[in-house]
């Protein structure tokens, strides 16, 4: 049981030091985005001005740094090529693993948006949903199928890399022309989307105006297994049930859609360490972010999430593993051929 003297809550509240991370992260994306739009310009021959690629960009390869740390367990061999993405693949890894799911919470910026539209949603007054009361058969059922998606994706993933793709095949996929180019082709890929691209980002949009965040809940099979790798995390939210009323302020509140009130620990994959629900929570002595069982400040995983990640930022600079060093007359060679 969690005494009132131990409860610990920081003067700001979990949903603006949320908001604020994910908007300095988000426009430190755009900043990359553009500058490597600049970067892409010039490797295309549309413009004679060299800008540097932002090696952050490759975090947006999620596969190509799967199949790097692949390639890594083989052969103790960093990626040659995206060296930054496979430091941030790590990066969130060891993230989820101490801190829950805080780079999906935090730092991914399509949590970003999707927060956002939850909001905007939430304003207009289209996203009313409440969890039930108590967690019947049905109401598990239905979460189950709903959160089935992105597991299927990230096993299909898994599966075909790990049948399909001997240490040889990696190697060659890791070092071919393709991968070489995987981010400028991710790049077209915004620049001119596709009508079904289109619709489905439309969809996805609309959709998280009325439900909070599908995308990040239901469908993406990165956070599926950033959610897995949090499930041994040793930080989560307790509910001291004595002092709990049954309110369910906190369910309501989570924009992960977790029962919490139904739980005694929120050992949940889709728990992002938000602690909105500790801050919505009327009763003083009730809900606590706890590490290692010791009460935590409510804000401890968002700076813990953007330390480690500063933290694996400078150690890749250190020691080599974030710039790429690919000769400039190749690189443009592969955009004229690939693109
Ligand atoms: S259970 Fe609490 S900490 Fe976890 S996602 Fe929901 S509101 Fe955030
Ligand atoms: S908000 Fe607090 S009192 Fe209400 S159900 Fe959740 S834990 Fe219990």
């Known amino acids: 049981m969690l005494s009132r003297s131990r409860i610990r809550r920081g003067r700001i509240s979990p949903a603006r ?177 596709s009508a079904t691209a289109l619709t489905v980002l439309a969809v996805l949009a609309l959709l998280s105006l009325f439900v909070s965040n599908p995308w990040c809940r239901f469908l993406c099979p990165y956070g599926a297994l950033l959610g897995i790798a949090a499930l041994f995390s040793p930080c989560a939210v307790r509910r001291n049930a004595a002092a709990c009323t049954g309110c369910g302020r906190c369910s309501a509140a989570c924009p992960a859609g977790i029962a919490v009130h139904a739980q005694q620990r929120v050992n949940r994959a889709e728990c992002m360490g938000c602690t909105e629900c500790v801050s919505s929570c009327p009763q003083k002595d009730c809900l606590q972010l706890t590490c290692l069982n010791k009460p935590q400040y409510d804000w401890a995983i968002a700076y813990g999430t953007v330390a480690l990640l500063w933290t694996a930022y400078l150690a890749a600079v250190w020691w080599g593993k974030w710039d790429v060093s690919i000769d400039a007359a190749l690189i443009q060679k592969l955009h004229s051929t690939m693109m």
């Open 17 to 193: 030091v949320r908001r604020t991370v994910q908007l300095a992260f988000g426009l430190f994306c755009i900043f990359c985005g553009w500058r490597f739009f600049l970067y892409y310009q010039w490797a295309t021959g549309a413009s004679a001005v060299y800008v540097p690629k932002p090696p952050m960009v490759e975090g947006f390869l999620p596969i190509s740094a799967l199949l790097g740390a692949v390639h890594f367990f083989n052969t103790g061999m960093w990626d040659p090529v995206h060296p930054a993405g496979l430091t941030i693949f790590f990066a969130a890894l060891a993230i989820c693993l101490l801190l829950r799911k805080g780079f999906c919470g935090y730092i991914c910026p399509a949590g970003w948006a999707s927060n956002l539209l939850e909001r905007t949603g939430k304003r207009l007054g289209l996203n009313r949903s409440r969890p039930a009361p108590a967690r019947t058969a049905v109401h598990k059922a239905i979460r189950t199928v709903l959160h089935a998606p992105k597991y299927i994706l990230m096993a299909g993933f898994l599966w075909t890399m790990s049948t399909g793709m001997d240490a040889r095949a990696v190697e060659s996929f890791l070092t071919g022309p393709y991968n070489m180019v995987a981010d400028s082709k991710m790049l077209l890929f915004f620049l001119h989307p």
